[in-house]
């Protein structure tokens, strides 16, 4: 049974359907009323992606694009349901890492077919990470309007009242170097620690990848956490923590924790994406800037990550979503967003306008994005990639808070993403 | 009210007897449709999607007791969910319960200015329970939170209350009985003022002291309110959701993990509809059996009076 006849069997469908009614028709071709859903947390954002779908009309006045937009928070729960009820919106905005979940599902249109038929567009002006990203199974199903590889924030007034050398900006430091710097900067009686990690498993990652180990193979059938690698790199993170060398986890509930400690002055190091330029420079009052990610036994192995928007598999009117798409993701486009400071640009051609300073070495962040610092890999998620990030964020909050030992935890999570990876193999098959 | 003398109500004729009922139906109809479209048809569907493996988006297939199976075979998860669920309602309900007591008798007594008292105990009730988790968060800070600073000052060195194992439960049922136990005030309160004066004047005639005529005259007469709040306490407190999401996101590991928020989890975070509803259902099964005991047991303790 699919889901068309399940729903239409279910009672819960049948009202879903009489209640929302139908979407937005249009006559096929280049016009037509749009649906536009994307996720807002400040008037701020709504208002330049109001204005995006404004210079929509502006350049095809058949075309009109009706922004919706919901929290980040609450845009996840929202879509989900509109899709299992057929109501989404024609474009819909996509996550890089939540893309496997909602792709595999059948949830977008492949983009390839419009880019093909479409000789004025080039899709190679997107970063290389944003494209992988974006794509599930080498097949492209979102064009990117952000991305961002995770670096390493510091804070230059402590480092300059510790006398400690900040991190240089070219040459990533080792681990010794890095844990030695965190350790100088700590001062337990001002409550100043070297560092803060975010207590969730994907700020894990680059530390794994540093260290020579993984989350899982690359056939993606079993989870790889259980390496002596793996376990190596989490300990030297974790042994921060424990050391008291980094900041304790005090809120496990927060996803903005490690950089709020931050905001406070009061760390000297922390691991975040360049989306939070904008956050750091309205809410803290010291000096600041980047460097790359410190490199392990591995080297300095970084994960992009960024966000999109794709077309909708149910749209009526896919010429036209696909005509909005690429207004709403071009150059042009996306200067407008970097310049009103949300994010680090998904095309090259629109990085020239990243405003500067601070951060001071903001020519940093393209090196390491396009690999000319370290190693930049895409964050490679699952179809059941939220369940297993909901098990991995719950099951590895005691050692954050270094109360129980990475292998314990590790011994318990293998199987459980071993069963989830499984799961992710079944639905894979289910689809093609 | 068949007495001839008096002027009974004037007969009706059937005609608009008919036009009556059509009049109610009319009012209780926008009603009614809220409650079958967000009430009836969903909690109906839920019942029959447990038996299915229903991924939100993939659709569904007939899974009979699969879910039931995991749930209480192989899932730690929802072994701790329940088990933490339980907790909370049993020490969060007869604490909020005497509490609720404790200050209806309080703010019954005819003093100046005890609406404004009655006010102030109200006033957690009716606050968002977000905005209410996020400065308890705030309050539970472990170096600088107030709880912590104050317990200092007496020499004792408070936890790290949400993310601790041991504390963050009775950390969030603290935050919770503060919250909750305005609302079991006012309806003591309404039961108090129900208890006839000329009750407690003969008890002071017989010589009962203010405790004697608490048990024998207050406690009694208010056991049907105390039935109501109590009841109506386990219900809500088994559906506990908020403040572990906000306050501990059902950590640490799962220590405060409750049935609601495992519910979530599985159903949005994880699109596997059919094994949250199985999980609803459990939840739903454990309230029935709750409230049904509650109801056999009410004769021998609930005086009507």
Wanted: with cysteine; net charge negative; proline share 6%.
């Amino acid at each position: 049974m699919n889901r068309r006849d399940f729903l239409r069997m279910s009672g819960a469908g049948l009202a879903g359907v009489g209640l929302l009614g139908v979407s937005a028709c249009g006559g096929g071709g280049t016009s037509g009323a749009l649906r536009w859903s994307m996720w807002s947390d400040t008037p701020e954002e709504t208002r330049v992606w109001k204005s995006l779908a404004e210079d929509v009309h502006e350049k095809y006045p058949d075309i009109t694009v009706k922004l919706e937009t919901v929290t980040f928070a609450d845009y996840w729960d929202k879509l989900t349901t509109q899709i299992a009820s057929e109501n989404e919106a024609d474009i819909v905005a996509m996550q890089s890492l939540r893309m496997p979940g909602y792709a595999a599902r059948g949830a977008l249109q492949p983009l390839m077919p419009f880019i093909e038929d479409d000789s004025e567009f080039d899709v190679d002006d997107f970063f290389g990470p944003i494209r992988q990203g974006l794509s599930v199974n080498d097949e492209l199903y979102a064009l990117g309007y952000d991305i961002g590889p995770i670096i390493l924030y510091y804070n230059k007034d402590l480092f300059g009242k510790a006398g400690v050398e900040p991190p240089p900006a070219e040459t990533p430091m080792s681990w010794e170097e890095f844990r030695e710097k965190a350790e100088q900067l700590t001062n337990p009686g001002a409550k100043e620690y070297g560092f803060v990690e975010q207590p969730v498993f994907d700020f894990m990652v680059p530390w794994l990848w540093s260290g020579g180990g993984d989350y899982m193979n690359a056939a993606q059938t079993e989870c790889t956490l259980d390496s002596p690698e793996s376990i190596g790199a989490m300990e030297f993170v974790i042994g921060m923590i424990t050391d008291k060398i980094a900041a304790p986890v005090t809120d496990l509930a927060n996803p903005s924790f490690a950089v709020e400690e931050f905001f406070g002055g009061k760390i000297g190091m922390h691991v975040d994406g360049p989306w939070q330029f904008i956050n750091i420079r309205e809410n803290s009052d010291f000096e600041w800037d980047v460097a790359p990610m410190p490199a392990g036994p591995a080297g300095s192995v970084t994960w992009a990550a960024g966000s999109g928007f794709g077309i909708s598999n149910t749209t009526e009117n896919a010429d036209a979503a696909w005509t909005a798409l690429k207004t709403i993701t071009s150059t042009g486009s996306l200067k407008k967003l970097v310049k009103a400071g949300r994010g680090y640009p998904a095309r090259e051609s629109a990085v020239s306008t990243f405003e500067k300073p601070p951060p001071q070495n903001v020519d940093v962040v393209q090196k390491i994005l396009v690999s000319d610092i370290g190693e930049t890999r895409p964050f490679v998620t699952t179809t059941t990639w939220q369940e297993t990030t909901v098990m991995l964020t719950r099951d590895f909050s005691p050692v954050f808070l270094g109360k129980q030992s990475v292998d314990a935890v590790v011994s318990k999570v293998k199987p459980q993403f071993d069963e989830l990876l499984k799961e992710h193999q079944e639905i894979l098959e289910q689809q093609s | 009210m068949a007495g001839t003398a008096q002027p009974g109500p004037e007969k009706v004729p059937w005609k608009d007897r008919e036009h009556e009922g059509l009049a109610a139906g009319l009012f209780l109809l926008p009603n009614l449709i809220g409650f079958l479209i967000f009430t009836a048809i969903p909690v109906g569907a839920a019942f029959v999607l447990a038996f299915y493996d229903y991924d939100l988006l993939l659709g569904a297939s007939w899974a009979g007791l699969e879910n039931f199976r995991e749930l209480f075979t192989v899932d730690r998860v929802f072994r701790a969910a329940l088990f933490n669920t339980v907790y909370f309602t049993a020490v969060s309900v007869p604490l909020s319960v005497v509490l609720g007591l404790a200050t209806a008798i309080l703010v019954n007594q005819a003093l100046r200015g005890v609406v404004i008292f009655r006010s102030i105990f109200l006033l957690p009730y009716v606050t968002v329970t977000v905005a209410l988790s996020l400065v308890w968060k705030w309050l539970y800070l472990p170096d600088i939170g107030l709880i912590n600073s104050v317990l200092g000052t007496v020499g004792i060195d408070g936890p790290a209350w949400l993310t601790s194992q041991t504390w963050a439960m009775p950390a969030l049922i603290l935050m919770s009985v503060w919250k909750g136990f305005g609302y079991n005030m006012v309806i003591f309160l309404a039961g108090l003022q129900g208890i006839p004066d000329h009750l407690y004047d003969a008890a002071k005639v017989d010589g009962a002291t203010a405790w004697r005529r608490f048990l024998n005259v207050t406690l009694p007469l208010l056991s049907p309110t105390t039935f109501f709040v109590v009841v109506i306490s386990v219900i809500s407190s088994f559906q506990v959701f908020d403040q572990a999401l906000i306050m501990t996101n059902g950590g640490p590991g799962t220590a405060t993990t409750t049935l609601v928020l495992y519910i979530y989890q599985k159903g949005f975070q994880s699109f596997d509809m059919g094994y949250a509803a199985a999980v609803a259902l459990v939840l739903f099964a454990v309230i029935f059996v709750f409230t049904v005991v509650q109801f056999l047991f009410q004769r021998r303790w609930v005086t009507y009076e």
